[in-house]
């Protein structure tokens, strides 16, 4: 899943879509990725409005999760978004990883399979 958005309610309603999919039984998901980009990084900020939302998706891990269903989820930043915003690493969500560029993360993860989707 791809984000962009800098509204924190179009960041929660992302992070909400991501947690449904994931809630969907008749989904055939066996991991998600969340990358940010632009200004849709500030949602990984520890101190964002979103922040919990982005640890409840980051907790759902196959170790941790109360249903055993549950798949692994990835939150990724753009580090060329957090150095254009000095937005600094240690500022983020513990768990939150930062790759190189948002469009090359979603690139290579397509080519590894997964399917994109835009939210929101």
Request: some cysteine.
């Amino acid at each position: 899943m791809h984000c962009s958005a800098e509204s924190s309610a179009d960041q929660r309603r992302a992070f909400a879509n991501a947690a449904n999919l994931l809630g969907d039984s008749t989904a055939d998901v066996d991991a998600l990725v969340v990358v940010l980009n632009g200004d849709g990084v500030s949602a990984a900020r520890a101190d964002s409005p979103v922040a919990d939302e982005v640890r409840g998706l980051l907790a759902r891990t196959p170790a941790e999760a109360t249903d055993a269903d549950a798949s692994a989820v990835e939150v990724c930043v753009c580090g060329n978004s957090l150095a254009a915003r000095d937005i600094p690493e240690d500022s983020l969500v513990y768990g939150v990883e930062v790759v190189s560029s948002g469009m090359g993360e979603i690139s290579r993860r397509e080519a590894d399979g997964y399917g994109y989707i835009r939210v929101p």
